[in-house]
């Protein structure tokens, strides 16, 4: 199933952006994220992205699901629907 391997790539993704965090402003960061989303086909809206900066640290969260699904008979049928939470807290 693709998408345990693009949470976790998008997980690593979001902690290494999280370590450079003092470099890039919060719409650079809101930017980097919501293009790697794009580019796994993550189906979380960008409003989703959640980002918070303290006085020397950063947090990161993102939920979104995914379903598994089949088709039969020219119709979808869901099997199971996979809750993901990226909640990513950073010190810079």
Do not use: W
């Amino acid at each position: 199933m693709p998408f345990f391997y693009y949470y976790y790539e998008f997980k690593n993704h979001v902690d290494s952006t999280c370590k450079v965090a003092r470099e890039y402003t919060d719409g650079e960061i809101r930017f980097k994220l919501t293009q790697r989303i794009k580019e796994l086909g993550i189906p979380a809206a960008p409003e989703a992205l959640v980002i918070n900066r303290f006085e020397n640290s950063i947090r990161v969260v993102l939920n979104y699901q995914e379903e598994f699904y089949i088709r039969f008979k020219g119709k979808d049928h869901i099997i199971h629907t996979f809750p993901f939470k990226i909640d990513e807290t950073t010190k810079y």
